[in-house]
């Protein structure tokens, strides 16, 4: 089971999936299906922004795959707040390579993000 909030996100790419490979009005299996296949691939990557030379950035701080995604699919102000403090965050959903949607979220304390390392994203 997929949160609420995440599905909506993905349910678009995987409509636009089986658009793609001719299948014009998928039923509710079909999107199912499509997602039982493409979920194994999925990653959540969970960036802050940061001030940089008079602007912000964002500093990425963790590459979920989707075996590891279920305690933060079920509070993610929660575990981001837990685990990286206050902040302005942003997580990007991609499949393998293709970016698939994003969402902010704003959970409130100290900023504890400052001292983690930033994640290579080109690794």
Aim: proline share 7%; net charge negative; hydrophobic share 35%.
């Amino acid at each position: 089971m997929i949160a609420s909030w995440c599905w909506d996100l993905i349910e678009p790419y995987l409509k636009r999936n089986l658009l793609n490979r001719g299948v014009e009005r998928p039923s509710r299996r079909e999107i199912l299906e499509e997602f039982a296949r493409v979920w194994p691939e999925f990653t959540a990557t969970i960036g802050v922004q940061e001030p940089w030379s008079g602007t912000i950035r964002f500093k990425w701080l963790v590459r979920l795959p989707s075996g590891e995604m279920e305690s933060f699919l079920e509070d993610p102000t929660g575990w981001i707040g837990g685990h990286y403090g206050g902040g302005k965050f942003k997580m990007n959903l991609h499949h393998g390579l293709h970016f698939v949607n994003t969402r902010n979220f704003k959970p409130e304390g100290e900023p504890l993000w400052k001292d983690s390392p930033a994640l290579d994203v080109d690794a």
